[in-house]
């Protein structure tokens, strides 16, 4: 599973992520800026949340993982 990096898209003032080897496109698909998020007041894309999610779940195979915990900041 590849590192994923957060960034900052033109469309939006949240926080994304990308896959280390892929800098072009946000797990959301939007494009990515140049500017990473700075600090962490930003709000977190809710679709690279998802997606992220889902890459952990996938990769991980049947039976290896038993607990997922999220926390959400408000």
Known sequence: MPNYVPCRTDEDGEAH????????RALCGKRVDS???????LPVCHECAK????RI???SGPGQITLVEVTVHS
């Open 17 to 24: 992520l990308y896959p280390a080897g892929n800098p072009d």
């Open 35 to 41: 500017g990473s998020p700075s600090g962490g007041g």
């Open 51 to 54: 997606r992220l999610l889902g």
């Open 57 to 59: 779940l996938n990769h």
